[in-house]
């Protein structure tokens, strides 16, 4: 009965990762993908690096509250086919580990 339980309850916290919506960023002008994020709250990006041909990906989000706990929404830039610069929102960790 307890493994039935943790199983469902992990099933309950996995499912709104698996509705997010992944979408081209160079596919899309820097308009509609602020759009897309600002009516989805979170989606994920992809697009190739600037040195070859990895594909670099990210979810990106509308504010803080989107974010998992202990993170918050900070400014990033993801290119799309009108701006190499498009600015957009995605989740850093809070922990302000810094070499000494």
């Known amino acids: 009965m307890k493994i039935a339980l943790a199983a469902l309850a992990l099933l309950c916290l996995a499912s709104p990762a698996l509705a997010i919506s992944r979408y081209i960023s160079?596919?899309?002008?820097?308009?509609?993908?602020q759009q897309i994020i600002a009516r989805e709250k979170a989606v994920l990006l992809?697009?190739?690096?600037?040195r070859g041909n990895i594909q670099v990906y990210d979810r990106y989000v509308t504010d803080s509250a989107k974010c998992d706990f202990g993170s918050y929404a900070a400014s990033a830039y993801v290119p799309t086919s009108d701006n190499p610069s498009c600015p957009v929102r995605n989740c850093r960790s809070s922990s302000a580990i810094q070499p000494r």
């Not at 160079?26 to 993908?33: A, H, K, L, M, P």
């Not at 992809?46 to 600037?50: A, E, I, P, T, V």
């Open 26 to 33: 160079t596919d899309r002008t820097c308009g509609d993908v």
């Open 46 to 50: 992809r697009y190739f690096s600037r």
